[in-house]
């Protein structure tokens, strides 16, 4: 805990929002006076993680990168981090991300860009970049990111580790603060598949709080160290054969086909949705959902109010001043489309593709046991240039919303291609994705 704490104090990678340094050197003692006392101790006691600052941790900062919540501690624990914490894991760091998770890249917040493991002139993906880079560095034996549209998933290839999104409600989202309540989900990032089992393990389960959770049967060593039961891999043709892709990673793409093929798998090409409907389809009712949630962070309850002649304005100037560019232009666009006159047409017009995209989802998995996919069309930009074209950062996040949309439990492994490669099963079939990650390794 002690050296992970160092380091991050010396990391020059944007990663750290708050440390939490006195709470973890304090459950350290802990634990080495039970290991000295011949006390037994559980698999997650004194490991050191890192947590994405967008969950509640009773007393830490929790400021969603924000200039809104930058004052703001937490009131209770997550219950994702509260299992944690009750397994004996160790926080030690609140990380840096995208604001309220609105990015792909870790540009989007208050505390600096936050610099790729791999390459500091690079972006370390977004929203959990932070988490990412800190487990790819060391700095966290694993941490807790969020992911709504490939927040875990972008960031855990850009920075090559493995990152897990579970099937949505496996994991309580309470705690966890809102973008987009219908796809959010909690998700971890970490070195190994066996950590990620493990922390996915501890976190999941029914919550009273979030009545989204369902009950899921843990995920044992045993279950997803032999490949019985997968015969058959897809794959989705218009996400290869565009021209959006990079060729590198369309190379690496095929390679990891073959592979695949050699093991004795048969692979399939599939249909699916264009990625700009995808894309279109995942932002309107990102926006729209994130417009309604963020509308409580008014200054009165939360946040940095700035105080103006009537409450009226009070709102408006906490709001225009506290929200980032990005954040703000998501609640424009979110409100627009919620509102008369557009909503028939474009956010009812999203459910319904939703819909579809679930459906085609269920059929797919009639045919395959597995889905495969680049996690993104392009290798990780510059620092600054996703800034000057929020489009183009949308696209970007072509290959992983479509799961998001779907619910599906989708895991990137750290090869196959330059990003990553991203596996995915059916709705809560977790230990499946895990099982043929194993299996390609
Ligand atoms: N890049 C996507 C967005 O900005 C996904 C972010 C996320 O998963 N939090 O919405």
Do not use: W
């Not at 997968?230 to 290869?240: A, P, R």
């Amino acid at each position: 805990v002690k050296e992970k704490l160092e380091a991050l104090k010396q990391n020059t990678n944007n990663t750290v929002n708050s440390l939490l340094e006195d709470s973890a050197l304090e459950s350290a003692k802990k634990v080495d006076q039970k290991i000295a006392s011949g006390e037994s101790i559980g698999l997650l006691e004194g490991i050191p993680f890192g947590i994405k600052d967008v969950y509640m941790v009773q007393g830490t900062y929790t400021t969603a990168s924000s200039d809104l919540l930058k004052n703001y501690k937490s009131a209770y624990t997550a219950t994702a981090i509260q299992k944690l914490l009750d397994a004996g894991a160790i926080p030690i760091v609140k990380e840096n991300c995208d604001s309220f998770g609105h990015g792909s890249s870790s540009e989007n917040t208050i505390f600096g860009a936050v610099k790729n493991a791999i390459n500091p002139e690079l972006v370390g993906g977004g929203s959990s970049g932070g988490s990412a880079v800190n487990v790819a560095k060391d700095y966290t034996v694993f941490s807790i990111g969020g992911d709504t549209g490939g927040s875990v998933r972008q960031p855990a290839g850009y920075n090559n580790v493995y990152g897990l999104k579970p099937t949505y409600g496996r994991i309580s989202r309470y705690g966890l603060m809102a973008y987009a309540s219908s796809t959010d989900c909690v998700g971890p990032i970490a070195k190994s598949i066996e950590d990620i089992r493990i922390v996915l393990n501890t976190m999941s389960g029914k919550d009273a709080k979030d009545q989204t959770t369902y009950t899921s049967k843990a995920i044992t060593e045993e279950a997803i160290s032999s490949n019985g039961s997968i015969k058959s891999v897809g794959y989705f043709k218009n996400f290869v054969e565009s021209d959006a892709i990079d060729e590198k990673i369309k190379a690496d793409f095929f390679s990891a086909i073959e592979k695949i093929k050699a093991k004795g798998i048969e692979v399939k090409e599939l249909d699916f949705f264009k990625s700009d409907t995808l894309v279109s389809t995942y932002y309107t009712l990102a926006m729209a959902e994130t417009a309604s949630n963020l509308s409580r962070l008014d200054g009165t309850n939360y946040g940095n109010r700035i105080e103006s002649d009537n409450l009226k304005e009070t709102y408006s100037v906490t709001r225009s001043e506290n929200f980032s560019e990005e954040t703000k232009r998501r609640i424009v666009g979110g409100n627009q489309v919620l509102s008369q006159g557009f909503s028939d047409e474009i956010y009812l017009k999203g459910l319904s593709l939703r819909d579809q995209i679930s459906q085609n989802f269920e059929e797919d998995f009639s045919e395959v046991d597995i889905i495969i996919s680049p996690v993104t069309p392009m290798s990780p930009p510059k620092i600054g240039d996703s800034l000057k074209d929020p489009l183009a950062m949308y696209l970007s996040d072509a290959y992983t919303v479509g799961f998001s949309l779907g619910q599906l439990p989708t895991l990137t492994v750290p090869q196959g291609t330059e990003t990553g490669l991203q596996i995915t099963a059916a709705k809560d079939n977790d230990e499946l994705v895990l099982k043929f990650a194993n299996f390609l390794k």
